[in-house]
């Protein structure tokens, strides 16, 4: 990932990384142990060490797949992501959740989200049932318990957010996916609000005590003002929560052309699952409000987000209706990830893959940018909320 904050206005997700089929970009703090969480740390070494290719075969032969000795390991940071060939010709992919990450609650609610969201046609890779039928199934591999999912191999590319049909298709697209996501709420999965995102970030961040003493004072009085006006938009808007994706930038959605067409975007307009948005992954899956799937699909200037917001709910509201006032929580929820992300490198820096993929967290520099980008958003917090023209989005 380069410097750039993951909320960045740009149009690249600078941190995104395949996951089970597609891109993924890995963004939660780890959570405190709890006695369903059977993820004991190992006696040497990190968790993932064990994970040999040997040990992955085994894994998936004990839940039915049986590979012919062929595995790629994907670039995913928060998991550890396979694509197994199979002994039958066939191919599927085996993400390996991080230890102590989720509990079996949490992700028994992650994929009953997605068996939903399949049977109502919204295009999703949905876990595969095991031998015993489940979903979700336990191996330990050297003494280290893991949870694994088995995913099927699916292709695509990143959508072209240039045009506006491709943001009206996905505003359908994610307007869908809401409708089923408000049938029901979570029971078990975290909430997407300032005290999760934001007050507990900054405290892992200095219990971490990873910020140099050089940039720590200015930083954190930028973080300390920043949260408070977060914290008052929250308390400002009345918003409905629901089921998200969560974490729904571009790199987390696969785009398969149409059937039969040199470019789905625009030559479809239904909302036909052969073509057009895919989820691959629902990791990230919280409670929160409605705006959080679709602020991520905007970058660039002001009226250009106007613009592309105006694609967006042209489509989204086709198939569930907005709440305007959620607008004003864009670029608090865009501060909230910030926060998220700086206080997610830190926890995860017990990680080899970690120091390697950022070597730039926790320098003078990443902090003294990060000071900079949290005044830059308490000047976009202090700026009238986005005001999309919804009859002109071409």
């Known amino acids: 990932m ?226 408070a006006m977060v914290d008052a938009a929250f308390a400002a808007v009345p918003f409905e929560t629901l089921r998200l994706h969560g974490d729904c930038h571009p790199g987390n959605i696969l785009w398969r052309e149409v059937p039969g067409s040199a470019n789905g975007a625009n030559s479809a307009s239904s909302t036909g699952s052969a073509g057009g948005p895919h989820i691959v992954d629902l990791d990230d899956a919280v409670t929160g409000p409605a705006v959080q799937d679709l602020w991520m699909l905007l970058s660039g200037s002001r009226a250009a987000m106007q613009a592309q917001l105006a694609a967006v709910l042209q489509g989204y509201r086709q198939f569930r209706d907005f709440d305007r006032r959620e607008l004003a929580l864009i670029e608090p929820l865009r501060t909230l990830r910030m926060l998220h992300h700086s206080a997610w490198l830190a926890a995860r820096w017990d990680d080899p893959a970690f120091p390697l993929a950022f070597p730039w967290f926790g320098t003078p520099g990443y902090w003294g940018q990060q000071t900079t980008e949290l005044r830059e958003q308490i000047g976009a917090m202090a700026e009238p909320a986005l005001e999309p023209d919804l009859g002109q989005a071409d």
């Open 2 to 227: 380069s410097p750039h904050h993951p909320g960045s206005r740009s149009r690249t997700e600078p941190g995104a990384t395949p996951a089970p089929g597609a891109p993924l970009t890995p963004q939660t703090l780890q959570p405190p142990q709890t006695p369903d969480t059977p993820d004991a740390p190992a006696d040497h070494g990190h968790p993932f060490d064990h994970l040999t290719p040997q040990a992955v075969l085994d894994a998936l032969d004990a839940v039915g797949q049986r590979g012919d000795g062929r595995l790629l390991q994907l670039n995913s940071y928060e998991n550890r992501v396979f694509q197994v060939m199979l002994e039958d010709g066939g191919a599927v992919v085996a993400k390996f959740y991080r230890p102590s990450r989720w509990t079996d609650a949490q992700i028994a609610e992650e994929h009953a989200f997605a068996a939903e969201l399949a049977a109502a046609d919204v295009p999703v890779v949905a876990p595969l049932p095991l031998a015993d039928g489940s979903t979700l199934a336990h191996a330990v591999v050297d003494g280290q318990p893991f949870r694994l999912a088995v995913y099927p191999r699916q292709s695509g590319h990143g959508p072209e957010l240039e045009q506006p049909e491709t943001l009206r298709w996905l505003g359908r697209f994610i307007g869908r996916l809401h409708a089923v996501g408000a049938q029901r709420p979570f029971m078990h999965r975290r909430r997407l609000d300032a005290q999760t995102f934001g007050h507990q970030a900054l405290q892992r961040l200095l219990a971490l005590d990873c910020i140099p003493p050089a940039q720590r004072g200015a930083w954190l009085a930028s973080c300390r003002q920043a949260l």
